[in-house]
């Protein structure tokens, strides 16, 4: 990367989280002052204490606003996991805005936001918002807020790189016997090196205000990229054996209030082919360079 932030003072909300601490060494690493707010310190910088579900942030002295800060994973259903991902990802959205002023706003959303493809082309901006959990749902409603504030507001898909909490280990969970049961057929998708994405948080403070797709150059297939994320070979479950164990699984979840084995939304991830299409961002200049077998071969991989 070779943007340079030189005299700039960043605020980056989450960066004590795995993308949000990406994202900080980052504009630390080209320059800028990094000033880091969240309910924990990040990894460099000045840390201040923010809790999205209470106050506005303090942006006292920055010139830059990245946030990155959001409730995030596959919760039970139920109306209490949906007021707990609003509080953050809305009503922590309006009072980031409210504080922000006149700054230069980068959102970073999730593909998450689109509703179901319903065919095969690459799913552009203009997709229709839909969400399929209380992450996804949340996550529309404060790209909404953001949208109407002038943000730069960007989309990437299942996001991995090293330290990652949530794609590999849950690819990694689902090894049984050998192999690894995913719902056939095999599809393409979409994913997104955190580097990647951090380029693109840096790069976006010169595009246009609105939303962009972000993620890897290449189109992936999802049972090359499992097998080889976890070392053994996939084999292909039927999609009704899948769904009545998500239906099976969600009822569990309600009963437990535990986060569900196998959520509807996890099996809608693994057969709906998602393609995102970037050509937005590349106008804007906007070059990836990393792809998943970089990270794969990389010392942080923790390869099986």
């Not at 949340?138 to 790189?161: D, M, N, Q, S």
């Not at 998500?246 to 991830?269: H, V």
Request: hydrophobic share 40%; aromatic share 6%.
């Amino acid at each position: 990367m070779s943007t340079s932030l030189h005299g700039l003072r960043i605020a980056v909300t989450g960066a004590s989280g795995f993308c949000g601490a990406v994202v900080a060494n980052a504009a630390a690493a080209a320059g800028a002052t990094v000033v880091c707010l969240g309910r924990r310190p990040g990894p460099i910088g000045e840390h201040r204490y923010w809790d999205a579900t209470r106050t506005p942030p303090d942006l006292t002295g920055t010139d830059l606003v990245l946030h990155l800060a959001a409730a995030v994973g596959d919760p039970p259903p139920g109306r209490a996991a949906e007021e707990a991902f609003h509080a953050v990802n809305v009503d922590g959205t309006a009072r980031l805005i409210e504080a922000a002023g006149t700054r230069t706003l980068i959102w970073v959303s999730s593909a998450s936001v689109y509703a179901s493809p319903t065919t095969p082309e690459p799913i552009r901006e203009e997709h229709p918002l839909g969400g399929m959990t209380a992450y996804g749902r949340t996550k529309a409603a404060g790209e909404r807020l953001a949208a109407a504030a002038g943000a730069v507001i960007l989309r990437p898909r299942a996001v991995y790189g090293p330290g990652d909490p949530h794609l590999l280990p849950r690819l990694r969970r689902a090894v049984r016997g050998g192999r690894v049961l995913l719902p056939g057929p095999d599809i393409p998708l979409s994913l997104t090196a955190v580097e990647n994405l951090a380029d693109a948080c840096l790069a976006a403070r010169n595009w246009t205000p609105g939303a962009y797709n972000v993620a890897d150059p290449p189109v992936y297939r999802r049972d090359e990229i499992v097998s080889a994320a976890c070392g053994v070979p996939v084999q292909h479950l039927p999609i009704t054996l899948a769904r009545a164990a998500a239906r099976t699984s969600a009822t569990i979840a309600r009963l437990t209030r535990r986060a569900p084995t196998l959520s509807w939304y996890a099996l809608e991830q693994l057969t709906n082919p998602v393609v995102l299409d970037t050509s937005r961002a590349a106008a804007q200049g906007w070059t990836p360079t990393r792809t998943f077998h970089d990270f794969l071969d990389s010392p942080g991989a923790d390869r099986p």
